[in-house]
């Protein structure tokens, strides 16, 4: 890009360059504290601020200096836009900017969602001026012109406004200080609520004290009434009454159904009992399930996820080359990403459960498994293979599966009631699985799944508990595009390369971990043999919805096209897993709540 765009004096920085501060981690969160009540919006036309970090954005961000040297330019921006996974492209001008420099960057501003000019402009007496280079001006002025949203941050003098009066937003952040490079650029975000106020008149612009006022972006899940978001009214009367009319048939003895769109959760509701017995208690909306399979999308995938974000783990890498003994033969061809599509060659299931125990016998019995099929000829969902890539991630995280996914996952999104093994605390309220032969009692708060339970009811492919209400934000941060809260778990470019179907098996709906919408009976069946002839999604969600299900009668599905996620969890195993009517459930349900909304 040097080349291309003629920089001369400019330079291009590494977004990851980051200076290295001498203050105190104490200090600097009281110094950042102080900037982000300082930071002042001084303009925001078309309610530009905040940025929304849930949208597809890509950033021409210009560090722009009037000094041919200046100390306070270390990467600060450019970091605070890595860390949040924002797709920017980073460029830094010196004091002057070629008109031909100035032609190739407005030349291609289109290529962005929006231009982020950080302008730092130190205030010196001997300089005798407060005011940003002329080249500099007219470049600003020139990318306005052009039309895509241009957000200038002042990191030192407020009074450069003057110079590019056209511009949409202008913040300022009043010096170059760490705290305030940091604080500016979580203030473009809505990370907090801005209150700053001028503490100088600008002439002929803004007088003294003034500031707009823009609330913080909250990017939750907030709760509204189904109409509010493009329900028909009593579109969720049609919903429930096929959930009352499955338990009326013994599909189930009680479920909870949590639906959300366009990050409002519009219809929590609790159905029937724990048991089928009479007088059993009644299921509420913090009725904690044995969640099952979901355990393989919401904790394995999304630490698998986390990682190839961060560079740590690459999807091509062969599994040999983390787990040694897995070598030889076929074996050699097995690769990351085949674990994760289901196309690795392994077995669906094995009883290991009735010989062994521990992760350490799993690995070795796993590893010495005869392959099925040629890898990558076809696609067979295997829990073996689920085993071996959480075995994958705990060596590249250098943590256990439980402590990476509850750091990272789990407390950022604040899923209090999602966990292994739960305590008494959750057992209280779990509602009850099979009465189950092997162990010869009824599973009340222990896993379900055998082998999951062999391995301590910490595994990657199930052991996970929790509740609708949980699953809900989980759900939401995929639709935000991998961000919650204000906390960013994995990058929207990550979340859509997951959650497309992968097309390296023809006919197979395997994503990336994630499942996608098989053959309906309304829409195209498949002509691969063993395809379903339903899709748990039904037949009215989106070819880029994604999802998954549970064995033990639960199921996540969410449609990014229409905004849309259903949560539906179940004791369908309760009292014995030889009750599969929940397959034809789900898909009434997923058909139901999408003819709901408004065409």
Known sequence: ??????????????????????????????????????????RNERGILPLRAERPLRLLHLVMSSDARNPAIQGIPEAELKERRIPSEHVVLGPEVTDETAAALVGRAGEFTHVVASCFVRVMGAKGTADMTPSHARLLRALTAAGRPLVAVSFGSPYLLRQFDEAPVYVAAYGSAE???????????????????????????????????????????????????????????????????????????????????????????PFGRLTFDEGAPEVRTDTVYDLASLTKVVATTSAVMILVDEGRLDLAKRVADFVPAFRGGARDAVTVERLLTHTSGLPAHLP?????QGKEAYLERICATELAYAPGSQSVYSDLGVILLGEILERVAGEPLEAFIRRRVLDPLGMRDTRFNPGPDLVARTAPTEIDPWRGRLLRGEVHDENAHALGGIAPHAGLFGTATDLARFAQMQLHGGVFEQHRIVSRAVVERFTTRSGSVPGSTRAFGWDTPAASDKAPRSSVPGTPAYS??????????????????????????????????????????????????RAQVADAVARGLVP
């Not at 305030?180 to 975000?189: D, H, P």
Request: proline residues 5%.
């Open 1 to 42: 890009m040097k080349e291309r765009l003629g920089l001369d004096r400019n330079r291009l920085v590494d977004a990851g360059a980051v200076g290295k501060s001498v203050a105190r981690p104490g200090d600097l969160a009281q110094a950042l504290e102080i900037a982000r009540a300082s930071i002042t919006v001084v």
């Open 179 to 269: 705290s305030s490079q940091r604080a500016a650029m979580g203030a473009l975000f809505g990370e907090y609520a801005l209150t700053g106020k001028l503490p100088v008149t600008l002439p002929g612009l803004y007088p003294y004290g003034h500031g707009l006022l823009v609330p913080k972006h909250e990017m939750t899940l907030r709760t509204a009434g189904p109409q509010d978001v493009g329900f028909r009214p009593g579109a969720m009367d049609e919903v429930d009454r096929l959930l009352e009319a499955a338990i009326a048939e013994r599909a189930f003895p009680g479920a909870v159904l949590a639906v959300g769109r366009d990050g409002a959760l519009v219809h929590l509701r």
């Open 352 to 356: 290991l459960y009735q010989e062994i």
């Open 536 to 585: 748990s999604a039904g037949s009215l969600w989106s070819v880029r919805s994604f999802g998954h299900t549970g064995f033990t009668g639960t199921s996540l599905w969410i449609d990014p096209e229409q905004r849309l996620f259903v949560v539906l969890l179940t004791n369908r195993v309760h009292p014995t897993r030889a009750n599969n009517a929940i397959g034809a459930v």
